[in-house]
Each structure stands twice: as C-alpha cells, then as structure tokens.
C-alpha cells in the first residue's frame, strides 16, 4: 500500500475512533445531565415550585408546602447525584437493618419528608430510565437502580451516625464573642464516604427554610442555618435515625428563641459557645483560641479552622447579624455528573481552605447559572 493511502487511512481511523469516543462521552455523561432551565408541568407536585442555581450550581427549592419541598430535594439532589446516592444506599443497605421497635413509629413531619423524597427521587429514576439518560456509572456497571424508599433514607444516615462523628470540628460562640452581637457557628463535616461527598442546597417551603450541607440520599439540612438559628449534626455513634432527622427538620422550622433541648442534643452543636472536634487536643485548642475572645467574625472562625484535615468533606460559616454573608464549601463541587462544569469545581477551594459565599435571601444570590419553573398537573 502505497505511503498516502496508509497515511488517509490511519486517519480516517481516527477520526472514527475519535467520533465513537465523543460519541459514547454525550451518551454516557452529557445525555444524563440534569434540565436546569424552563417552565414545564410536572406530575407529582402539589403545587408550582422553582428551582434556581447559582454560579456554583448549588440548587435553591422554592414551595409551597413540605411534600412539594422534600419531592423536589429528592428529584433535584438525585439530579446531580445519583450513582453516588445508588452506592451510598447499597453500602448502608448491606450495613444497616431497621429494626422493628427501637425505630418506632416516625414523628408526622419526618414522615412526610421520607415518603415526598423518595417519591422525588423515583420520579427522576422514572424519566431517566424512560430516556435511557442513566448516569455513565450505573450504565457501566450495569445496574438499573431499583424504586428508592423511605428505609434506603434512614439507613443512609444511621450508617453516618453510627461511624461516629459526622462533624469533625463544631465552633460556635454566643453574641457577646461575635463582631456584630449575633451569634456564630463554622463546622467542618468529614465524610464517611468515596467522592463526591457532600451536597449543598438551599430548601424554602411551608414553615421551614434553611440553607447549607445535606446528605445526599437524606432529606433536610444537615448543617446550616435558617435566618434565626445555625447548626451542624455531630451525632455521637448512638443517635438513632429518626430522632436525629426531627431534630434536623425541627432546626430548619425554629423561629427565633432556642431549639427545644432535646433537639439540641441529637444534633450536637447548635449556635451556642461550645466547641465539638472528633481529635481532643484540637478542640482542646480551639477552646483555648476563643476563650475570651471578642470582636470575632466569619473570617476569623475560618482561620481558626485552618486548612481542611478531612480529604472529602464540607465547611460551613454562619453569622447570623446577616445571613446573607454564609459561606461554605465542599470538597468537590454541586455535581456528581463528570460532564458538568460543576463537577470538582472546588476542589481548589478546599485544598487551601477557602469558602465561597452562600446567600440565604432570593435576591442576595444574584447570577444564577439555572432557573427551573415547575407546575403541577
């Protein structure tokens, strides 16, 4: 064969292999990234809500009543983090068996919320599995996730609690200590888990609107605030499920005044002067460090924390004279898509320790990089 035609024809291979590469990249993580944009009717919802995202991708619920908002933290959460929720739930469910008294019966407002995320989150298995849009992961490993259910929530976070705690370091001073007479928290979240970790989100609906870190595959917030009160959930290797997520739903709600005692105790550092560190000699440290302390704000806390100890983890800083100026961060980013802009976009953030800003009024949040209008039907 003569020199040219062996020269079009390696080329004319590569081209075709580079064409079933991209080919197979868009069908197996581009076809499943999530709609962010438009105005669409939905069945399922009780009424119209929204969803904005931010330059980081970090999603905000807007709803009118608690179905609606935990449906719509299921459906929006499993957008971004589906195969790491399918792998979280398979390792909890191979960990993790309910059993039949200790549990109880779930108070009414954590009820709600298990049954409205997981209907969520089936509606999104529905129309990704319809389309053939399945994350790349699953796709590979050829799995077809099976219907989620209110027990693969619970086993998820009894798994983290029981592993010991979930926030690593929990600073939180009373108003005398802080700069502007309010009260402020900053925790670091380790994650007992593989990337991508955490999940930030926003959740306004009904009574309850909070802000901050959440467990992907849980309802609620795990660690953030609601405009009156912060909070980051320590556990302490015993705490059981169901208590532990009333105590969380029950945060978000507060108004004003103080969480009911028992609440507090299940979620373990809750805007008051305590310090909570899984190692001794560094809350032993930390305690010293605010001991007297006064004038301290958000980046003082920060430095205080120093650089991340945790490789997969979450940050968050509250103070709570304005709200507007919460910081946090995650370890990798909003998405677990690997086509997404989003996916590992903070990694840089946390190698070094620092946090972007996480607004908790609508009109504080400016750019978005999503607007998602949803009406029932």
């Known amino acids: 064969m003569k020199p040219r035609r062996i020269a079009v024809a390696l080329a004319t291979a590569a081209g075709l292999a580079a064409a079933t590469l991209a080919a197979t990249w868009g069908l197996l993580f581009v076809r499943p990234l999530p709609t962010i944009d438009g105005y669409y009717r939905f069945l399922g919802l009780h009424e119209r809500g929204e969803v904005t995202r931010d330059v980081h991708g970090i999603p905000r619920i807007y709803a009118h009543d608690r179905h609606d908002l935990f449906f719509l933290q299921g459906y929006v959460t499993a957008q971004d983090r589906l195969a790491q929720m399918e792998a979280l739930r ?13 549990l109880g019966i779930p108070p009414e407002s954590v009820r709600i919320a298990l049954d409205a995320y997981a209907d969520g989150v089936n509606k999104l298995l529905a129309q990704h599995a319809d389309a ?9 490993a050829g799995r077809r996730p099976s219907p989620w259910q209110a027990t693969d929530s619970l086993a998820i976070l009894a798994v983290q609690l029981r592993r010991g705690t979930v ?3 929990c600073v939180s001073t009373g108003a005398e200590a802080a700069r502007k007479g309010h009260r402020l928290l900053a925790a670091d979240l ?15 609906g009904d009574d309850l609107r909070a802000i901050g870190i959440s467990l992907p595959g849980v309802p609620g917030i795990l660690a ?8 980051a959930g320590t556990g302490d290797g015993a705490t059981r499920p169901y208590p532990a997520l ?8 507060t108004r004003g005044g103080r969480l009911a005692d028992v609440a507090s105790r299940e979620i373990g550092c809750v805007s008051e002067r305590t310090v ?11 305690r010293d460090a605010l001991a007297g302390a006064r004038g301290l704000d958000l980046e003082t806390l920060r430095a205080l924390l120093g650089r991340p100890a945790a490789p997969v983890g979450g940050r968050v800083l ?12 995650v370890s990798h980013g909003a998405s677990g898509q690997r086509a997404s802009p989003h996916f590992e976009d903070q990694v840089a953030l946390w190698e070094v320790g620092q946090v972007h800003a996480l607004p908790f009024t609508r009109g504080a949040t400016g750019r978005t990089d999503g607007e998602l209008v949803l009406r029932a039907r």
């Open 190 to 204: 380790a994650f007992d888990g593989a990337a991508p970790g955490w999940y930030e989100i926003g959740v306004f």
């Open 224 to 231: 953030g605030h609601n405009g009156w009160i912060a909070w």
């Open 276 to 286: 909570a560190a899984a190692d001794a000699s560094r809350a032993a440290a930390l």
């Open 246 to 253: 009333a105590a969380l739903l029950d945060a978000a709600a």
């Open 132 to 140: 053939r849009a399945l994350p790349g992961e699953l796709v590979l």
């Open 90 to 102: 398979a390792s909890a469910r191979a960990t993790f068996i309910e059993p039949a008294g200790p």
């Open 167 to 169: 926030a690593a370091t």
């Open 318 to 329: 509250v103070d709570l004279a304005d709200v507007d100026t919460s910081r946090s961060a």
